[in-house]
C-alpha cells in the first residue's frame, strides 16, 4: 500500500470522526436543505390565486349575474359585488381588492347584438405591483371571454371575431411556478451547502488551532484538500437526494430526465462549491469572515443571477453576460431541462461542460493558495 493512499484514509477518517463528534456539519447537510426548501418552496410563489375583485353592476340583469357566477367559478377571482364605482374604488384605495370590474349601464344591451355594439367593461386595477396587475387583467380576460363563448353557443348569438385560438403548453401544463422554482431552489440550496460546509468546518480549524497540528504532519497539503472533498462530498450529495425526494413527493414536481445526468451535474457543481468553500476558508480563517463571504458569493447569484426567479433573457445585455461567470446558473438551467422536459443533451452538455470548467478553476484556486504555512 503506497504512503500517499496510507495518509489519505487517515485523513479521511479524521474528516469523518470530526462529522461525527461535531452536529454542525450533519445539520448543514440535512437540516439546512429541508427548512430551505420549505420555507422557500412554499413561500416564494408567481401563482396568483383568489385575488378578490369588486364587481360593480350599474344596471343590474340575468347576464351580468351569470357572468359574476363565471368569474366566481374560477379559482384565480374572488368576486365581491359592489354597490357603485364609487364604493369599489374604495375598496380598491383600501386594499380589500386588487382591482374593480365596471359593467356598464348598457352591457346587457349590447350583448344581444355583438356585431354591431361591443359590451363596455372597465377594469381598475391596482398597479403598485405591476406584474401583479397584468396577471388581474390577463385573468379578467380569460374570464370574460370563455364566458362569452359559453353564452354565444348556449344563446346561439354571434361572437364577434374570426380568429379561434387553441392553445398547449409544453413541459408545465397545469402553469405552476413551483415546477419551475422548486428545481431552481435545490441549486440555491446545494449552492450554499456545498461552500458552508467546507468554509465553516476549516475556518473553525483554524480558530480552534488544529490546523497547527495538521501542517506540522507528513501528510502533503494536496492530500488534505483530497479528504475533505471526498468526504464533505458524500454529505452534500446526500444532502442532495434529500432536496431532490423534497421537490418529487413533498412539491410534486415532475422528474423527466435521467439520474445519471443529475448525478454528474449534481457532482460537478458540489465540487466547485466544496473547493469555494475551502478557498474561503483558506483566505478568511474566521467562521464569521467565511459565513458571510460564502452567504455573499452564493445566495445572491443564486436568486438573482441564475435564472431561479428572473428569466435572463429579459435582463440586460451586460447582465446577462455577467451571469455567465455563476456556476448555478448552469446548474439551474440543467435541473430545469431535467425535472421538466427530460434530458435534451443539447441543453445539458453545454451546461455540464461549463459546471466541470468551474470546478477544475475552484480546485485549481485552492491548490493555489493554500501553502503550509501559518501566516
Known amino acids: 500500500m503506497s504512503p ?40 416564494v410563489s408567481l401563482d396568483a390565486r383568489h385575488m378578490r375583485l369588486a364587481v360593480v353592476m350599474q344596471a343590474p340583469a340575468e347576464d351580468t349575474r351569470e357572468l359574476i357566477q363565471a368569474l366566481a367559478a374560477s379559482p384565480y377571482l374572488a368576486p365581491v359585488a359592489a354597490a357603485s364605482t364609487a364604493q369599489g374604488e374604495q375598496l380598491l384605495l383600501a386594499g380589500e381588492v386588487r382591482g374593480v370590474l365596471v359593467l356598464r349601464e348598457d352591457f346587457s344591451a349590447r350583448l344581444m347584438r355583438p356585431l354591431r355594439w361591443p359590451a363596455r367593461a372597465q377594469l381598475l386595477a391596482n398597479a403598485t405591483d405591476p406584474n401583479t396587475a397584468r396577471i388581474l387583467e390577463g385573468y379578467v380576460q380569460g374570464a370574460l371571454a370563455a364566458w362569452a363563448g359559453g353564452r354565444a353557443q348556449e344563446k346561439r348569438v354571434p361572437l364577434p371575431g374570426g380568429i379561434s385560438l387553441e392553445h398547449r403548453y409544453w413541459f408545465n401544463p397545469e402553469l405552476r411556478s413551483a415546477d419551475f ?15 458552508l460546509l467546507t468554509a465553516l468546518v476549516v475556518a473553525r480549524e483554524w480558530e480552534r488551532g488544529t490546523m497547527e497540528s495538521m501542517l506540522a504532519s507528513p501528510a502533503r497539503m494536496g492530500e488534505m484538500i483530497a479528504a475533505r472533498l471526498i468526504c464533505y462530498y458524500g454529505l452534500g450529495m446526500l ?11 413533498v ?18 457543481f458540489l465540487l466547485f462549491a466544496l473547493a469555494l468553500g475551502l478557498f474561503i476558508s483558506t483566505l478568511a480563517r474566521s467562521q464569521f469572515v467565511a459565513a458571510q463571504v ?50 435534451v443533451w443539447a441543453l445539458i452538455l453545454p451546461n455540464l461542460a461549463a459546471l466541470a470548467i468551474a470546478a477544475a478553476v475552484a480546485v485549481a484556486a485552492t491548490m493555489a493558495v493554500t501553502r503550509r504555512r501559518l501566516d
Open 239 to 249: 444532502g442532495m437526494v434529500v432536496s431532490v425526494l423534497m421537490a418529487i413527493e
Open 181 to 195: 422554482i422548486v428545481p431552481g431552489m435545490v441549486a440555491f440550496v446545494m449552492s450554499m451547502v456545498g461552500t
Open 4 to 43: 500517499t493512499f496510507t495518509r489519505l484514509r487517515g485523513l479521511l477518517r479524521k474528516e469523518i470522526l470530526q462529522v461525527v463528534r461535531d452536529p454542525s456539519s450533519l445539520l448543514i447537510a440535512f437540516l439546512l436543505p429541508v427548512v430551505l426548501l420549505a420555507v422557500n418552496g412554499y413561500g
Open 251 to 268: 412539491f410534486a414536481v415532475p422528474f423527466r430526465g435521467s439520474l445519471l445526468v443529475l448525478g454528474a451535474a449534481a457532482s460537478l
Open 294 to 343: 460564502a452567504f455573499l458569493t452564493t445566495m445572491l447569484p443564486a436568486l438573482m443571477l441564475s435564472g431561479m426567479l428572473f428569466d435572463i433573457a429579459s435582463m440586460p445585455p451586460w447582465l446577462q453576460a455577467l451571469t455567465h461567470v455563476f456556476p448555478v446558473r448552469y446548474l439551474v438551467s440543467i435541473l430545469q431541462t431535467i425535472f421538466l422536459a427530460g434530458t
